[in-house]
């Protein structure tokens, strides 16, 4: 009888360890971007990383690295549809190569305010578009809270309508709906990884960028591009994905704190950067940068010249749609 009760204990003992250990099972995310660690979306993710460690007791962990230190983005994202625990910062031009749809957030003039983005997230086209990233190409959003704000052309002259543009080389990323937008508004896109941009602009390789005030402070891009046009041509949402294997072998729970949490971060340093853009702004022209302001564009011909972007792409229909539960 003691040997039964002996064995009995044992038997129970190991059953609430093995149960213990299931629980205490750990799960970690490498989240990469390719900006600075001074830049505000680097304190967002580490914000991000802190609750969801917080909220898991620190099952649920993520480690944030800045400058692409986990490769280039296009890598990092097929890494990430084999399964690899790798979530990474993009935008929806990227993601436009699986989907083509999804383009059109970052098509020219297409979202305006950070209200259009919240109602953009529950659209159920959106949705839509969503899963079929998810189930057809592994990739799973987490968020698109993440508004850098407007992109602006940035060069060595002003550009007030889109003729001014014509025969200049502005560095854009080199995603098609990127490349066709800056076709499309007047000027010759030029592919570059954002480390090579102040080296070709300094041997005038390329003629200008188009970016947020934010990241083209931090990266002291005026030292080379002294002029801000401010065209607005582009309201930069970005996109939080992961590893769709990776997500889904996550307990519910994890999964649903992960997404609250990333979207939590997002909105607040989105709402961050749009109260800090005029103090941005204002140093840059402290340190020498000379502003066209919005004002002084002719934003309607740039308009007009964006929508050439969507025919080429072949997502007007998809634009429609957005603009239809957007009531615009």
Same mark, same amino acid.
């Given at each position: 009888?003691?040997?039964?009760?002996?064995? %009995?204990?044992?038997?129970?003992?190991?059953? *609430?360890?093995?149960? =213990?250990?299931?629980?205490?099972?750990?799960?970690?995310?490498? /989240?990469?971007?390719?900006?600075?660690?001074?830049?505000?979306?680097?304190?967002?993710?580490?914000?991000?990383?802190?609750?969801?460690?917080?909220?898991?007791?620190?099952?649920?962990?993520?480690?944030?690295?800045?400058?692409?230190?986990?490769?280039?983005?296009?890598? *990092?994202?097929?890494?990430?549809?084999?399964?690899?625990? +790798?979530?990474?910062?993009?935008? /929806?031009?990227?993601?436009?190569?699986?989907?083509?749809?999804?383009? *059109?957030?970052?098509?020219?003039?297409?979202?305006?305010?950070?209200?259009?983005?919240?109602?953009?997230?529950?659209?159920?086209? *959106?949705?839509?578009?969503?899963?079929?990233?998810?189930?057809?190409?592994?990739?799973?959003?987490?968020?698109?809270?993440?508004?850098?704000?407007?992109?602006?052309?940035?060069?060595?002259?002003?550009?007030?309508?889109?003729?001014?543009?014509?025969?200049?080389?502005?560095?854009?990323?080199?995603?098609?709906?990127?490349? @066709?937008?800056?076709?499309?508004?007047?000027?010759?896109?030029?592919?570059?990884?954002?480390?090579?941009?102040?080296? =070709?602009?300094?041997?005038?390789?390329?003629?200008?960028?188009?970016?947020?005030?934010?990241?083209?402070?931090?990266?002291?891009?005026?030292?080379?591009?002294?002029?801000?046009?401010?065209?607005?041509?582009?309201?930069?949402?970005?996109?939080?994905?992961?590893? $769709?294997?990776? /997500?889904?072998?996550?307990?519910?729970?994890?999964?649903?704190?992960?997404?609250?949490?990333?979207?939590?971060? %997002?909105?607040?340093?989105?709402?961050? +950067?749009?109260?800090?853009?005029?103090?941005?702004?204002?140093?840059?022209?402290?340190?020498?940068?000379?502003?066209?302001?919005?004002?002084?564009?002719?934003?309607? $011909?740039?308009?007009?010249?964006? @929508?050439?972007?969507? @025919?080429?792409?072949?997502?007007?229909?998809?634009?429609?749609?957005?603009?239809?539960?957007? %009531?615009?």
């Amino acid at each position: 009888t003691m040997k039964k009760m002996l064995i %009995g204990a044992l038997t129970l003992s190991l059953a *609430v360890a093995a149960s =213990a250990g299931a629980l205490a099972e750990k799960y970690n995310l490498m /989240f990469s971007h390719t900006l600075t660690e001074n830049d505000p979306y680097h304190q967002a993710f580490v914000q991000w990383a802190d609750a969801v460690s917080e909220r898991t007791n620190g099952e649920l962990t993520i480690d944030v690295y800045a400058n692409a230190q986990l490769g280039a983005e296009e890598d *990092v994202i097929e890494q990430m549809r084999m399964g690899a625990n +790798i979530g990474h910062n993009t935008d /929806f031009a990227r993601l436009g190569n699986y989907v083509p749809e999804v383009a *059109v957030f970052n098509g020219p003039y297409m979202l305006e305010s950070l209200d259009d983005v919240k109602k953009a997230q529950q659209l159920d086209c *959106v949705k839509e578009w969503e899963k079929r990233l998810e189930e057809e190409f592994g990739l799973k959003v987490l968020s698109f809270a993440y508004v850098q704000g407007y992109r602006n052309v940035i060069s060595n002259k002003a550009v007030t309508k889109p003729e001014d543009l014509s025969g200049m080389k502005i560095r854009t990323a080199g995603a098609p709906i990127w490349q @066709e937008s800056i076709r499309a508004i007047g000027a010759t896109p030029v592919s570059l990884a954002r480390s090579e941009i102040y080296s =070709a602009a300094q041997t005038k390789a390329i003629d200008g960028i188009e970016d947020v005030y934010t990241a083209y402070a931090n990266a002291q891009l005026n030292e080379v591009l002294k002029v801000v046009s401010e065209t607005h041509h582009i309201y930069l949402v970005n996109v939080s994905v992961c590893s $769709a294997d990776w /997500f889904n072998s996550l307990p519910e729970e994890y999964q649903q704190i992960l997404v609250e949490e990333a979207d939590k971060a %997002g909105y607040a340093v989105s709402e961050s +950067i749009q109260e800090n853009a005029d103090q941005v702004k204002q140093e840059m022209i402290d340190a020498g940068v000379t502003i066209v302001p919005y004002e002084d564009i002719d934003i309607e $011909a740039f308009k007009a010249a964006g @929508e050439k972007a969507y @025919e080429v792409m072949g997502i007007t229909e998809a634009k429609k749609a957005v603009y239809e539960g957007l %009531g615009k």
